[in-house]
Nanobody, 125 residues
Framework: QVQLVESGGGLVQAGGSLRLSCAASGLTFSRVSMGWFRQAPEKEREFVATIGWSGSTTVYADSVKGRFTISRDNAKGTVYLQMNSLKPEDTGVYYC??????????????????WGQGTQVTVSS
C-alpha cells in the first residue's frame, strides 16, 4: 500500500520558519516526482513546489519562490519543504503528493497519483 505521511506543521509567527517532512512508503521513491500543495480556508488547492526524481529539477510557485525550498532524500524516502520568511497568507493545509509518471514533476494537482493526509500550517501576524 502506498502511504505518504506528513509532519512538521504547526503555529509560527510571521517571519518565522517551519520544515515539513513527508515520508513515503509502498513505492520506488527514487522513480517518482514529488510535490507540495496547499489549501487555504475558502480557497482552491494550489501548487507550491515540485521536485524531480533525482532532486536536480525543482519548480516553485511565484508566491513562494525565494522563501521555500523543496528537497528530497531518496535513501530515506522523504521529501521536505523548508519554509522561511513565512507570511500569514501562507496559512493552510499542506499536502505532499507523488507522481509516478513524470521524471521532472508537474504543477497541476491532477497529475499526481497519491496524496498525504495534510498538515496544518498557521502563520500569525
Amino acid at each position: 500500500q502506498v502511504q505518504l505521511v506528513e509532519s512538521g506543521g504547526g503555529l509560527v509567527q510571521a517571519g518565522g520558519s517551519l520544515r515539513l517532512s513527508c515520508a513515503a512508503s509502498g513505492l520506488t521513491f527514487s522513480r517518482v516526482s514529488m510535490g507540495w500543495f496547499r489549501q487555504a480556508p475558502e480557497k482552491e488547492r494550489e501548487f507550491v513546489a515540485t521536485i524531480g526524481w533525482s532532486g536536480s529539477t525543482t519548480v516553485y510557485a511565484d508566491s513562494v519562490k525565494g522563501r521555500f525550498t523543496i528537497s528530497r532524500d531518496n535513501a530515506k524516502g522523504t521529501v521536505y519543504l523548508q519554509m522561511n520568511s513565512l507570511k500569514p497568507e501562507d496559512t493552510g493545509v499542506y499536502y505532499c503528493a507523488a507522481d509516478i509518471n513524470s521524471a521532472t514533476g508537474e504543477t497541476w494537482a491532477r497529475w499526481y497519483d497519491f496524496w498525504g493526509q495534510g498538515t496544518q500550517v498557521t502563520v500569525s501576524s
